[in-house]
């Protein structure tokens, strides 16, 4: 993951502006309240720019940050540098290295599709599972199978943002379950251009795969909710929320 956001990771945010991280964070955090976890220690997997971490943060919650981008993590230290409250380190969620304990962690933003192969998949919760406290929970969220598939599939869109023209190019292929986005940043900065282009790739997973993997982590229960909501995800949501409980 360490590559696809070196090149953008100075537009991200502009190109993500549409994105109510504020209004996710809130709903983790309701997430948590549901199962009656109220935390104090997060850590923030697949950080990115920090967009998530600095609500966190204004709602005085201690964070650690890891994200495996140093060029993402360069926006993130940048953007909360005066807080104490939070600190960002560069780190593969596939290894998991860490001295602390945590009440909670989470991950946005469909993080988790770029998990390419169960294997993945499974270290990187493993990894979680480890350095959360007993009833600690891993709320993530991810794209579904007919959100990548019916929806993402063989779409092309344009967008323009302020100095940033981008063209986003999705394929899907079934046999790997994976979408493959092509994307493409034109970048006017005074009198040039800049031309760049990225590969992201996700892989969609059926519920009862992820309710297996959660398991073989280490968590002892996992639940499934319709995105932003608390009613069971069927066959057309979208996106949906995804709750391991130690």
């Keep these: 993951m360490k590559e696809i956001f070196e090149k953008i990771a100075p537009y991200y ?3 993500m502006q549409n994105i109510d991280y504020e209004g996710w964070v809130d709903y983790f955090i309701k997430l948590c309240e549901l199962f009656g976890i109220y935390p104090e220690k997060i850590l923030d997997i697949g950080c990115g720019t920090g967009t998530p971490a600095r609500y966190l943060v204004e709602r005085g919650y201690e964070v650690v940050g890891i994200d495996e981008s140093e060029k993402m993590l360069e ?3 940048e953007k909360l540098k005066n807080n104490k409250r939070v600190k960002f ?3 593969n969620m596939k290894n998991i290295s860490l001295d602390e304990q945590f009440d909670v962690a989470f991950s946005f933003f469909d993080t988790m599709n770029y998990m390419l192969n169960e294997k993945d998949m499974i270290r990187c919760m493993s990894g979680v599972c480890r350095v959360l ?5 891993f709320i993530f969220d991810m794209n579904t199978y007919y959100s990548l598939k019916e929806i993402w599939d063989n779409s092309t869109t344009v967008k323009e943002v302020e100095n940033i023209f981008s063209i986003w190019k999705n394929t899907w292929d079934e046999d790997k379950k994976i979408s493959t986005l092509n994307l493409i940043l034109q970048v006017k900065e005074g009198n040039k251009k800049l031309v760049l282009e990225e590969t ?3 892989r969609a997973y059926y519920p009862w795969e992820i309710e297996k993997m959660v398991k073989r982590a280490g968590f ?3 639940h499934f909710f319709e995105f932003k909501t608390f009613k069971n995800i069927n066959e057309t949501t979208i996106r949906m929320a995804v709750v391991g409980v130690k």
């Design 133 to 137: 406290k007993d009833r600690g929970m």
């Design 89 to 91: 380190l560069k780190m």
């Design 220 to 222: 002892k229960k996992s």
């Design 200 to 202: 992201h790739r996700e």
């Design 13 to 15: 945010d502009k190109l």
């Design 75 to 77: 926006v993130a230290r």
